[in-house]
């Protein structure tokens, strides 16, 4: 997991998991390899799941602070 100890952010383990699924394609490694790649794939797949679901969090508050202002003018 080389760049799981670096800042992560949702455009670097979208990088990553596309680095992961072509070496995996690619295949030529270990099972062991497998399963260390497969295991960070996961890991930044639930990083990326809960990025998302902040982000879709945050659109909503917005919709409804736009929704209470026109309301109440």
Avoid: H
């Avoid at 670096?6 to 070496?23: D, P």
Wanted: glycine share 6%; hydrophobic share 35%.
């Amino acid at each position: 997991m080389r760049r799981m100890t670096e800042e992560i952010n949702y455009s670097n383990a979208i990088e990553r998991l596309e680095e992961i699924v072509q070496a995996l394609e690619r295949g030529g490694i270990t099972l062991d390899e497998t399963l260390a790649l497969y295991e960070e794939g996961a890991k930044l797949l639930e990083f990326c799941q809960q990025e998302l679901a902040n982000a879709e969090g945050k659109l909503n508050e917005m919709r409804l602070s736009d929704i209470e202002n026109k309301l109440s003018e």
